[in-house]
């Protein structure tokens, strides 16, 4: 836009006169009565950055258009606008999105195998003590990654203002504490006995909570999303649950764990977008930590030194620090980052289908691992399972209202 300023002093102060062009013709705009040339100075550039917004300058090289030429240029807006934005964006979104699928069903994979080792740790250690030094081991493995990434610039989102450092520092907190309590109460139903059909029945139970509690906070499924978690629970029962089923206490925790994960996914879902994810999960990972130590002091040490002398032993056998290493580092430190990083742009409901696959690989990890078949029953249930994620990932077309 062709324009000028003049600042002029009248009668006991200053006025600025803005010259603009419109179209063929000058215009003016004026003011008067500031006590400084500064502050005419000022109106006068807040006048014209008014005027670039609803002003369009002209452009005297298509003052001899053809109609041919015009037809060109509107044929290559119509490409770059609509078609390509529609076209090609629409491939990029779908891209980030089959991505980000891939990531949960890596991390499914990752926690598939680990339900093999974690029984096991739980039992050599105790059950808080084990989750305790995996979280610590999830964050320390994390704290030279976020160095590596922030000297490569390879860092997405890293925060700079104390607004986006608070948002992070909450998020990790509170994604901690759910961590923490889901955790907890997941390795205490092992604990008491729980087999583990039922145990990966029910923690799986998030499928259908998340959706539930997701209507309360605006977050709408589709048909599909519904159609995929009614399939992923019965192929969840038919892979886990043999025999009756019958609740018990340990049951009962294993339930509210599923609840304590649904809530983890919805809090991920809420703050993965406004932070860098691995930032975020080590926060995470170090509250989950701080927040055991205490039961692992007063319950597995039962708060005595020869409860202390007792777990140090415990941590001088190879075998249990290969559970600790590969619950640690791949299975916190890996894995639930790649859940934070993964659940970016899905609907939590698909995110929570994908990380039911766990169920799918902790079957096949025991399979091929320990030598266990799988029954008839048991290969149907893994089919299940994948329908319900294939139907969770079918784009819905949207009704379109005139």
Known sequence: MQCNITIRKKDKGYQCIVSYKDGNR??????????????AKIHAQTIIDK?????TATDDSLRNITLIDFFNIFKYFIYKNIIFKFTFGEKIMNSLKLKNSFLLLLTAFIWGIAFVVQDSGG????????????????GIV????????????????KPKTKKEKKTLIIGGISCGIALFIASNIQQLGLYFGASAGKAGF????YILIVPILGLFFG??????????????????????????????????LLLLCALAFSIHILVIDHFS??????????IQFWTSAICTSIPMFFVDMKHSIAGIMNCLHNLTSINNWILLLYAGVLSCGVAYTLQIVGQKGLHPTVASLLMSMESVFSVLAGWIILGQTMS???IFGCIFIFVAIVLAQIPMKKKITL
């Open 26 to 39: 000058w215009r003016q705009k004026s003011k008067q009565g500031f006590e400084t040339q500064k502050a």
């Open 51 to 55: 005027l670039k917004k609803t002003i």
């Open 123 to 138: 039992d050599a250690l105790g059950p808080f003590t084990f989750n305790c030094l995996r979280a610590f081991i999830g």
């Open 142 to 157: 994390l704290l030279p990654t976020i160095k590596i990434l922030d000297h490569a610039g390879l860092t997405y989102m």
């Open 202 to 205: 029910l923690t799986a139970c």
């Open 219 to 252: 977050k709408k499924c589709g048909l599909n999303i519904w159609i995929g978690v009614c399939f992923s629970l019965v192929g969840l029962y038919l892979l886990c649950i043999h025999g009756s089923f019958s609740l018990t206490f340990a049951d009962t």
């Open 273 to 282: 977008p406004l932070v860098d994810g691995i930032r975020l999960s080590c």
């Open 376 to 378: 008839v029953r048991e």
